[in-house]
């Protein structure tokens, strides 16, 4: 397999685990509105600093 190759397996298992990620959330929490769902896999995949700073209103929203 050349670098092309390695390039879409790479970008295939990214797109898998997050589609999985957010699969759980949704089973998780069927409570949640797709905004909430946002929320939580972004505090999920970001380090926490880094969240609040960019969504402070998002604070309470647990994954």
């Not at 990620?21 to 999920?44: C, S, V, W």
Request: aromatic share 6%; no cysteine.
């Amino acid at each position: 397999m050349g670098p092309e190759g390695r390039l879409r397996a790479g970008v295939s298992l990214a797109r898998a685990s997050r589609d999985l990620l957010l699969t759980g959330l949704r089973k998780r929490h069927p409570e949640f509105d797709e905004n909430q769902i946002k929320m939580a896999y972004l505090q999920l995949v970001l380090p926490r600093d880094l969240f609040l700073v960019a969504y402070p209103e998002a604070r309470n929203v647990l994954p």
